[in-house]
């Protein structure tokens, strides 16, 4: 028997190689039994026929950077770094049962050699005090046979737990499973390092016989490896498979999916259960899926726009994704973020004042962290146009719907209510009236003419919609000579058309560069925690400096309702404080920011 002699032996590399150089010397060097010992990387090694889902943490090993590669021989996966030996060994024998018998014995003597006390397990399996330190698989070419045996010396066992321990789902497959054991360490039994352990294995197994590889040999090595290591081999071999997910919801029914995967993308699925068909479910819904990637996001992604109501009687597309993912992963609230809503006397008398006058604040609709603060200060952010909103973005709280008609009134009972609060700032805000010819602007001069004659020392600062991007509308509004003109960007450009229900990214910038162009100072602010990346919050600083506006705040998303988007991760205050101090260096000139500001927490300050 021969040593293959690699060059470069020291050189380590990734599996696909060594699976090419088994199967090259298999091919081209007939006359004598080969053998070598190498290590790779971490890397999990697949049976030809398995399934990468029901084997492999995918996860995990994307996380810690483990390779996922195929063999070409049967049996089960297994996980192997630089703490494990795999030895190849090339056969010429007739009877290739026989042939890896016998090497599976002469491995068992080499350990007992050492004083070891290893013992077969069946054909394919070495045992030390019955757990498990090799397995060995099999595969073969024309007139030769190719085995890998893999010894456990002293690799990373937590690694090997989690990345071969996928997560648990309810799969039905061809592909083959492994049979998890018990493993230990060669290690534990042996002063030998690994480099002095494989030194011995070979001079027993070989002595100074060696197959030195040539240039030639290399490059026919190196196509093989080329194939070995494609996605088309790692993952093109990997079977298809089906996912059956059910659950039942209130209202809707129970809805049972079947879902036919490969490589996680969705092939085809399928529905069933006791729900109410109204409209085509195969052309208008499933059909929609197939080909996407089997992720939350993509899924989500992919059915943006669809109203699933019309098509399963009050199926919401947060319960179909729960279907198949299961509950999204909840971010836990941390420390800071709680918040004392006890009320105290002044509260009470701010709360009074404004039931008084009937006004809407949103303070309340928005849920806002601050109100307890701000009213006991005598503050309070007023809401006018009524109480519903024509739009339904998925973090507001606001309600959503058909809005009664404008009530004439409103006009003077903010401006009495002003008044009664002694408020020498007062910030005015309003929902949005996409159902009126001017999208409200007259009602938003008529209140502020109100609030100035009956309040004329009292400074106000507006939160603006969109108007649908009217700039006529918007000048006539700046034409009341605010003291501070808002409009709120709520999120950076990508996350935009998943947050806000008609608003638009840049028509939002247009309105704070009309703001800015009327003379008025511009403010704005959006929200952290939906997913936005630090790249994208500095994109939308410089998005929202390039308009003139120089006023900004920042805070925490918080989610209102479990029907509302879910939080993506909370901020830390000091993360905060970073954000603020990046703004003013790059030119605000005003910034709040910290997990509980809102657009009108401490409006009044630097003004």
């Not at 701000?374 to 719907?401: E, P, V, Y």
């Not at 007259?442 to 969109?466: G, M, S, Y």
């Not at 162009?517 to 630090?534: D, Q, V």
Request: some cysteine; aromatic content about 8%.
């Amino acid at each position: 028997m021969k040593y293959i002699l690699l060059p470069k032996p020291d050189t380590i590399h990734q599996l696909p190689f060594y699976f090419a150089v088994e199967e090259y010397v298999a091919r081209h060097y007939t006359n004598d039994d080969y053998f070598m010992g190498w290590r790779v990387n971490p890397t999990v090694m697949l049976g030809r026929n398995q399934l990468i889902d029901n084997e492999v943490n995918t996860d995990y090993c994307k996380e810690h950077k483990i390779d996922i590669f195929r063999r070409k021989s049967g049996g089960g996966c297994i996980y192997a770094d630089k703490g494990c030996i795999q030895f190849s060994y090339i056969s010429r024998a007739v009877n290739a049962n026989e042939a890896f018998a016998q090497y599976m014995h002469r491995m068992a003597e080499l350990l007992r050699g050492l004083n070891i006390n290893a013992q077969l397990s069946g054909r394919n399996d070495i045992l030390i005090d019955d757990t498990k330190v090799s397995g060995c698989a099999f595969y073969q070419l024309s007139n030769r046979s190719v085995l890998h045996n893999s010894l456990l010396f002293d690799p990373q066992l937590d690694h090997l737990s989690n990345a071969l321990t996928p997560a648990k789902e309810k799969l039905q497959s061809k592909g083959v499973a492994s049979v998890r054991q018990r493993v230990t360490n060669v290690a534990t039994y042996t002063q030998l390092d690994i480099l002095n352990f494989m030194d011995y294995v070979r001079q027993e197994m070989c002595g100074k016989e060696v197959l030195e590889l040539t240039e030639e040999d290399m490059k026919g090595i190196a196509e093989i490896e080329k194939e070995l290591s494609s996605d088309d081999f790692v993952y093109g071999k990997n079977p298809k498979y089906s996912l059956v997910r059910k659950h039942r919801f209130e209202g809707v029914g129970t809805l049972e999916a079947h879902i036919e995967l490969k490589n996680n993308i969705i092939g085809s699925i399928n529905m069933v259960g006791d729900y109410f068909l109204l409209g085509d479910i195969d052309h208008d819904f499933l059909s929609l899926l197939k080909g996407c990637e089997f992720t939350r996001e993509a899924v989500e992604e992919r059915l943006a726009g669809i109203d699933l109501s019309t098509i399963i009687r009050g199926l919401k597309p947060r319960q179909f994704l729960r279907l198949l993912f299961g509950r999204e992963p909840h971010v836990m609230k941390p420390a800071w973020l709680k918040i004392d809503l006890t009320s105290k006397k002044s509260t009470g008398e701010t709360a009074g004042i404004l039931a008084k006058h009937h006004l809407n604040t949103i303070c309340t609709s928005g849920l806002c962290p601050n109100r307890s603060e701000c009213w006991m200060a005598r503050t309070a952010t007023l809401m006018i146009g009524g109480d519903i909103c024509t739009r339904k973005c998925r973090f507001c709280n606001t309600l959503s719907g058909r809005p009664r008609l404008l009530n004439p009134d409103e006009p003077r009972h903010v401006a009495e209510s002003v008044r009664a609060l002694k408020l020498r700032y007062a910030v005015i805000t309003s929902v949005d009236r996409d159902d009126l010819p001017d999208y409200g602007a007259a009602h938003w001069i008529k209140t502020i003419e109100e609030i100035r004659r009956l309040n004329p020392d009292t400074k106000i600062e507006l939160l603006i919609p969109d108007f649908m991007g009217k700039a006529n509308l918007i000048r006539q509004v700046m034409a009341t000579r605010p003291h501070v003109a808002g409009h709120n960007m709520e999120t950076v450009c990508r996350l935009t058309p998943s947050v806000r229900s008609v608003a638009r990214y840049e028509r939002s910038l247009d309105v704070l560069r009309e703001i800015a162009n009327c003379g008025i100072t511009a403010k704005t602010g959006f929200m952290l925690g939906l997913g936005e990346t630090h790249e994208e919050i500095l994109e939308t600083m410089d998005d929202i400096l390039s308009t003139g506006c120089q006023r900004l705040t920042l805070g925490q998303y918080l989610q209102p309702t479990v029907d509302h988007l879910p939080v993506k991760a909370y901020i830390t205050p000091e993360k905060f404080a970073e954000y603020k101090r990046i703004a003013l260096e790059k030119g605000f000139k005003h910034v709040v920011s910290g997990p509980l500001v809102r657009s009108s927490y401490h409006a009044a300050e630097g003004i």
